[in-house]
């Protein structure tokens, strides 16, 4: 692990940095940048698909930039979001009303077509792309994320008010209480304002740790995707990482 080095994290200064060694591609967002994506994922939500709080959404997406947008634009509008990183065939699963279509479903492509992947059923349905740009196809009874997002302003629509006490996830977890967990969470990993945290989005796709958590504790967050752990050091210099996960 890095050494401990917190500074303050200027406005113009990445909040999320993306990066997949695999295919060079590279996204840096400041707090505004993220922050208008999540407003456009949010008027998605509630204008584009008419959701009010508490209606369900399944988030079935790997660690990424995007990913952030959508989990912070559904939370913004009091959306019960669901984000197991992963929805095998055959595993129980611990919801209530799990058996019932949900409200919106997001997937990679990737996920739609693996057949070991028991992707549920959702009233409105996007395709969130990995990739720099579009998606090539969309198969029927499906959007792309990437597209129908830029249809929605950069300004949060008008939020209703969000109690703690909210359900934040169909398992009656609450705001409050995810935000108690990220919290400490962010204590065990010596998370402090300011630091930066690498993360190997593969290994961690847990949005708690490298989302959640580091919000929580005002540090900032890289992911890295397909990681070459011979470039590990190299990555840890080049983004003055203060913490590695």
């Not at 349905?125 to 499906?142: D, E, F, I, K, M």
């Not at 108690?180 to 962010?186: K, S």
Request: charged share 20%; aromatic share 6%.
């Amino acid at each position: 692990m890095a050494d401990h080095a917190p500074v303050a994290v200027a406005t113009h200064e990445p909040l999320l940095s993306y990066l997949d060694d695999a295919t060079g591609e590279r996204t840096d967002l400041t707090a505004q940048q993220l922050g208008a994506w999540a407003a456009r994922s949010a008027g998605l939500l509630r204008d584009g698909c008419g959701l009010r709080p508490g209606d369900r959404v399944a988030v079935l997406l790997p660690p990424h930039w995007r990913t952030a947008a959508v989990l912070i634009g559904a939370w913004s509008v009091g959306l019960s979001v669901s984000f197991r990183p992963r929805a095998l065939a055959g595993l129980p699963v611990l919801e209530p009303g799990a058996d019932l279509p949900y409200d919106a479903v997001f997937v990679t492509p990737e996920r739609l077509d693996d057949w070991l992947e028991d992707v549920p059923e959702g009233t409105h349905r996007y395709l969130v792309g990995t990739g720099p740009g579009p998606l090539s196809s969309v198969p029927p009874g499906w959007l792309d994320w990437s597209e129908e997002v830029l249809r929605h302003p950069k300004i949060a629509p008008d939020l209703g008010v969000l109690r703690p006490t909210d359900p934040a996830s169909p398992d009656g977890t609450s705001y409050g209480e995810w935000g108690a967990v990220a919290r400490e969470y962010a204590t065990q990993l010596d998370l402090r304002a300011g630091d930066r945290l690498l993360v190997d989005a593969t290994e961690h796709e847990q949005p708690l740790k490298w989302l959640l958590a580091p919000l929580a504790a005002g540090a900032s967050v890289v992911l890295c995707a397909n990681l070459d752990r011979s470039r590990l050091d190299a990555h840890i210099t080049a983004e003055q990482a203060t913490r590695v996960l």
